[in-house]
């Protein structure tokens, strides 16, 4: 999850509402989260103007958390950005930022 006041993002086990990691990396408020359909790699973006890509954790089958480094950091944006996607099979991540630009 993202939007916390410490800019981290934060990764929780739903069937027990438990925290298994939590992240800062972004020094602004993470503003939109997005997954790739393989459940590989997650992408976040941020009041910061940037966007961050994170291979997923896989334990037993099950996503177990986030990678602690990044995979890539992106940036180009001058505003924040507002909505992200990503695709394994494209081999592309897009970010829309209130700049008006993707």
């Not at 993470?30 to 359909?37: G, M, P, R, S, W």
């Not at 103007?49 to 890539?72: D, K, M």
């Not at 992200?84 to 008006?100: F, N, Q, R």
Request: aromatic share 4%; hydrophobic share 35%.
């Amino acid at each position: 999850s993202g939007g916390h006041w410490d800019c981290s993002l934060r990764v929780t086990q739903l069937g027990k509402g438990k925290l298994v990691g939590r992240i800062c990396r972004h020094i602004d408020v993470v503003t939109c989260l997005a997954l790739d359909l393989c459940g590989i790699y997650l992408i976040s973006g941020s009041r910061d103007t940037s966007c961050i890509v994170w291979q997923v954790l896989q334990q037993g089958g099950f996503s177990s958390g986030l990678s602690p480094r990044p995979v890539q950091i992106l940036c180009g944006h001058d505003q924040e950005v507002t909505c992200v996607a990503i695709s394994t099979e494209l081999d592309m991540a897009v970010s829309g930022s209130k700049d008006g630009t993707v």
